[in-house]
């Protein structure tokens, strides 16, 4: 017989409103990724990508840990200066986020 899940992630002070437990942002429900033997951990796509990326570059090469931790370095630059708010150029950078393997 299938275990019953749990609800899903909620935050306790936002009457059942889910949210992530990495970010710990409100997000509707279908936009939230359960962890497969967990169901009652949720993570937004974002911190998902983010997860994904951290995972890798733990078990990658010591080229690609190069790689990464130079494209995080630029990321903080970016972040830093505010330049992925910029209306013109901040969504090509997160489309660049999204897309880059590290």
Known sequence: MAAEHPSPALDPGSEGVPHCWCCGNSYPENDLVHLG???EVAVCAACA??????SRA???TATSRRLYVTAQKVRDAVTARGWHEHPKIGPSLTW???H???
């Open 37 to 39: 033997e967990h169901p």
């Open 49 to 54: 990508r983010y997860l994904n990326r951290r």
């Open 58 to 60: 733990a078990t990658s």
């Open 96 to 98: 660049i986020d999204r």
């Open 100 to 102: 880059v393997p590290w």
